[in-house]
């Protein structure tokens, strides 16, 4: 198999999370992918789920722990040690995190051999080759394995249209750090080539992704679940990615990061075999998060005229975060909120436009669903 067939995505139906359906997909796609001939007896290899949120399975939020033990069998059958975690927004601490595991299932995974990572320090790392960030905060415990695996969900997302297998990646830099981060990129396609800067630096040697029961809607932690009954596998997290934009029918300048990654030379422009591989399966009514309007983003080689109306246009079109009428008055968003743009005022939140940079962490981690993305005028109008 050649370089370029290696690096092609591939997908196996699995219409449930039995363990058996489960297994039985996990061992064909990967197969179809290349395989697991580089894991070697004693290696440890890492497994970087998505544990966003302390949600059950059935909420689609979460890497389904079915999928996450049937791996780890997978690999302890090779003689491998299998470290299961993530970092989600919030404390990287040990009692939130052992409710996270608990609550996702993710306990399933040590009946199968595998360890739930306890190792909750971080350092400064140097990545002179990235081209948004050089130097940034990253967990030690995906520096202390000899590989990493990216077992990401797919599910709609406020800030960058979707999130699959580049967008996982955010997980390597530790919970609170990951305010700053959003800060210093509120630009999404600069927010798109830090995202791109933590692919190359952790370079995992496979991206799975859980694609059985998918989220839409107000994701990526309050949407609603959706079947989709796949398994997808791939070594390269661009075109994992660009196989999940087209199974939702999403336009690839609508997700930022596969813009960038475009940009940088990661990705041809056109795969139509990839197009093809998606259409028996393509979902066409995906329910959106909201638009993310990044063809209108910037790039380093736009002057005069044509930066200005690019920027005019990203304003006009850009998404917003809006309180709905369900706001409990928590204050979770406002603790959360980077740019500190919300107050809760008679309880309710408060958000001052102004100062909102729009990284929609506060829907993201608003735990009643209040907190919502909205399209703006013009998107509606227009349709994006
Ligand atoms: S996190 Fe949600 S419920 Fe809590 S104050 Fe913010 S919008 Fe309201
Ligand atoms: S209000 Fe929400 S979207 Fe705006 S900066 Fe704060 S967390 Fe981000």
Not at 43 to 66: D, F, Q, S, W, Y
Not at 83 to 107: C, I
Not at 205 to 210: K, S, Y
Not at 313 to 327: E, N, Q, T
């Amino acid at each position: 198999m050649n370089e370029k067939e290696n690096r092609m995505p591939a997908l196996a139906p699995c219409p449930d999370y039995t363990p058996e359906t489960v297994r039985r997909a996990l061992e064909a796609a990967i197969e179809a992918s290349g395989g697991l001939s580089w894991v070697k007896p004693g290696m440890r290899v890492g497994i970087k789920l998505n544990l966003c949120a302390a949600k059950k399975p059935e909420a689609a939020a979460t890497t389904h722990p079915v999928l996450a033990s049937e791996l780890t069998r997978l690999l302890r059958e090779r003689g491998a040690e299998v470290v299961l975690g993530d970092s989600p927004g919030g404390p990287f601490v040990a009692p939130l995190m052992h409710r996270l595991y608990e609550t996702t299932g993710m306990e399933l995974c040590r009946e199968a051999g595998g360890v739930l990572n306890e190792d909750f320090g971080y350092s400064e790392v140097e990545f002179p080759e990235g081209k948004s960030i050089r130097r940034f905060a990253c967990v030690d415990w995906l520096r202390s394995c000899d590989a990493v695996i990216n077992f990401c969900k797919l599910k709609s997302h406020g800030m960058m249209g979707m999130t699959a297998a580049v967008k996982n990646l955010y997980g390597v830099i530790p919970g609170t750090h990951k305010s700053e981060y959003h800060y210093r990129h509120e630009d999404p396609m600069r927010f798109a080539d830090m995202l791109i800067d933590l692919n190359e630096y952790v370079r995992p040697q496979l991206h799975l992704c859980d694609a059985v029961e998918i989220m839409e809607g107000n994701g990526p932690t309050m949407g609603t679940p959706r079947h989709l009954g796949l398994v997808l596998a791939c070594r390269d997290p661009y075109r994992l990615d660009r196989l999940c934009a087209a199974l939702l029918s999403l336009k690839e300048r609508e997700i930022p990061y596969l813009e960038a990654a475009k940009r940088r030379g990661l990705l041809a422009a056109e795969e139509p075999e990839i197009g093809a591989l998606a259409a028996p399966y393509a979902l066409k009514d995906f329910q959106r998060s909201g638009a993310t309007a990044s063809w209108f983003a910037r790039t380093e080689e736009d002057r005069g005229l044509r930066k200005l109306l690019k920027q005019g246009m990203y304003l006009l079109f850009r998404s917003r975060p809006a309180v709905g009428r369900d706001c409990t008055g928590c204050g979770r968003c406002a603790r959360d909120c980077p740019a500190s743009a919300i107050t809760v005022v008679i309880g309710r939140a408060r958000i001052r436009r102004n100062a909102c940079i729009r990284c929609f962490c506060c829907q993201e981690f608003c735990p009643t669903g209040a907190m919502r993305v909205q399209r703006s005028l013009a998107a509606r109008l227009t349709g994006r």
